[in-house]
């Protein structure tokens, strides 16, 4: 049962580089997160996703882009990071809905930006 | 819109002591509510849920009642033990289709 697998895991990278993380999950999910986490900010949500094709911004978007090109999938890209994107990512996925829902998690990325 | 307000940490407890995480939300409606657990190192994971009003969800000796009156979704365990040392997540799916957290609560319990 692999659920939500992020990759990488650890990443580190110069200003002004770009990446793509990307987020798989085999529960046949509708909906899909990113968020990153900050010390004493809890999680915040970046972009997400309800379908294949759709995306849309979260609360903090700003520097990064995703795709949902295949459902399984859910891809963040920055494209010139920036030392303010150190961060640990979470990808989530979860069924459509507000009631008996719930939202599982990778195990998170790592990234360093120096 | 949605959200939940979370007690601020950290917590410190003695091992077997009681403890009460306080969470409060507000919603459209009745959504289910969610604690999240995540040791160190890992990513969150559900450690109970409610899916209505005066539901109790409970796991791993941990409960929280979905009170309608008082809009709270209080976690509590009678006896913490140094394994339960995480920080603790209040979540709410909100009418957005996003699941909203709090800022989570750290908790350390030492023997």
């Known amino acids: 049962n692999a659920g939500v697998t992020q990759t990488p895991k650890f990443r580190v990278l110069k200003t002004g580089q770009s990446m793509t993380l990307l987020c798989a999950q085999d529960m046949n999910h509708e909906y899909m997160y990113w968020y990153r986490q900050d010390p004493g900010m809890g999680l915040r949500l970046i972009h997400y996703s309800v379908g294949e094709g759709t995306t849309a911004k979260g609360e903090v978007p700003d520097g990064y882009n995703v795709s949902r090109l295949k459902k399984q999938n859910f891809l963040l890209g920055l494209e010139s990071a920036a030392p303010s994107q150190t961060s640990v990512y979470f990808c989530a996925s979860s069924y459509p809905g507000r009631v008996n829902t719930e939202a599982f998690f990778g195990q998170g990325t790592r990234l360093t930006v120096v | 819109g949605d959200s939940v307000t979370q007690m601020e940490g950290p917590v410190t407890l003695s091992e077997e002591a009681f403890l009460t995480i306080n969470c409060t939300y507000t919603a459209t409606g009745y959504p289910s509510l969610f604690w999240y657990v995540q040791y160190p190192g890992e990513g969150l994971q559900l450690l109970l849920k409610a899916t209505k009003a005066d539901d109790k969800g409970s796991n791993k000796g941990f409960e929280a009642t979905y009170r309608k009156e008082t809009t709270s979704f209080h976690l509590e365990k009678g006896s913490v033990q140094v394994s339960d040392s995480a920080v603790y997540f209040c979540?709410?799916?909100?009418?957005?289709?996003?699941?909203?957290f709090g800022t989570g609560t750290s908790l350390t319990v030492i023997p």
């Open positions: 979540a709410l799916p909100n009418t957005g289709n996003q699941f909203y």
